[in-house]
């Protein structure tokens, strides 16, 4: 099964600053690799796919690289909104599929 | 709008089953699949497992295998998932999320469902 490991567990953000978040991939995923936004007591929401491909409706700001086994998302300038926790996600069409997420990044105000 | 409505929360006592039910409305079922993720409180997501809207192909994840079930009514555009002989630690959201159809046309989980807490608890 492939492991998919984030860093850092936590990450603190002085508004307005950026936030570069990390995912890796125990195997190659080629570009399979989204990432998701879950905030307290809501459903996760899909940010990027594609590994680079924004989301329909998700801002600018968010940017995801990498390919392979080694993955980045990027928030500029955070917004208040943005303090969240943030999933990765392997959806490699593996057979059998196995899509596994990542332990997740907490994105904290400074 | 495309939608996934969950059923409601649920009680049950350890070694019981439960089973979730999600209502898809808004999009053609059958070109899409459903994944099941889990979050146990304060806790990651877990992948449990897809179905295909289309041919009600399956993939569990190890963890899962031999105690989940993961079904499809494409007359009503519903998926279930049922859970057997539950443990304290099955405590979670249940949550279903949009995928792929095939497992050979990779996506992510484009749309979810609300989640629906589950506690297993004697």
């Known amino acids: 099964e492939i492991v998919t490991t984030q860093s850092p567990v936590t990450l603190s953000v002085s508004p307005g600053e950026s936030a570069t978040l990390s995912c890796r991939a125990s195997?190659?995923?080629?570009?399979?690799l989204a990432w998701y936004q879950q905030k307290p007591g809501q459903a996760p929401r899909l940010l990027i796919y594609?590994?680079?491909t924004r989301a329909t409706g998700i801002p600018a700001r968010f940017s995801g690289s990498g390919s392979g086994t080694e993955f980045t998302l990027t928030i500029s300038s955070l917004q208040s909104e943005d303090f969240a926790i943030y999933y990765c996600?392997?959806?490699?069409?593996?057979?059998?599929?196995?899509?596994?997420f990542g332990q997740g990044t907490r994105v904290e105000i400074k | 709008q495309d939608q996934l409505v969950q059923s409601g929360g649920e009680v049950k006592r350890p070694g019981a089953s439960v089973k979730v039910s999600c209502k898809a409305s808004?999009?053609?079922?059958?070109?899409?699949?459903i994944n099941w993720v889990r979050q146990a409180p304060g806790q990651g997501l877990e992948w449990m497992g897809w179905?295909?809207?289309?041919?009600?192909?399956?993939n569990y994840a190890q963890n899962f295998q031999g105690r989940v079930t993961m079904t499809t009514d494409t007359s009503t555009t519903t998926a279930y998932m049922e859970l057997r002989s539950l443990r304290s630690d099955d405590t979670a959201v249940y949550y279903c999320?949009?995928?792929?159809?095939?497992?050979?046309?990779?996506?992510?989980?484009?749309?979810w469902g609300q989640g629906t807490l589950v506690t297993v608890s004697s």
């Open positions: 195997e190659s995923v080629t570009n399979n």
């Open positions: 594609g590994a680079s």
């Open positions: 179905i295909s809207g289309y041919n009600d192909n399956t």
């Open positions: 999320a949009r995928g792929p159809r095939s497992v050979v046309l990779p996506a992510p989980s484009d749309l």
């Open positions: 996600q392997q959806y490699h069409n593996w057979s059998p599929a196995k899509w596994t």
């Open positions: 808004g999009y053609k079922f059958t070109n899409y699949g």
